[in-house]
């Protein structure tokens, strides 16, 4: 996994977050500005996991951006709009991380 898909990885992933924090803001605010801000914010994400895409292959990347995007989303629901996960719940996140890291896990090439 080169270091290129890294970078574009995190990338992406914090324009995600942002882009559904700007959608929580107008949950909270009814302000259209809210949501003009979250469909720009999703629309640049997506163009960079396009990216990502080629360096990783579809199936590598929309799962690692996906699992990313749970445990990030979930530490700002956390932080920010004080909203909780049943214990349960968290069982899910974590078991998501283990996902992500058994999938990022470095392979040996044989050949």
């Known amino acids: 996994m080169s270091g290129t898909f890294v970078l574009l990885l995190a990338g992406a992933s914090a324009i995600f977050i942002f882009a559904a924090s700007a959608t929580r803001a107008y949950i ?13 914010l999703y629309a640049a994400g997506n163009l960079v996991m396009i990216r990502i895409m080629r360096e990783g292959g579809l199936g590598l990347a929309i799962s690692i951006s996906s699992i990313a995007q749970l445990v990030l989303v979930n530490i700002i629901a956390f932080a920010i709009f004080n909203e909780r996960l049943t214990n349960i719940q968290m069982a899910g996140v974590g078991l998501g991380i283990v996902a992500m890291v058994l999938m990022m896990w470095p392979q040996k090439v044989v050949g």
């Open 28 to 40: 909270t605010t009814d302000n259209w500005l809210w949501v003009a801000l979250s469909l720009f």
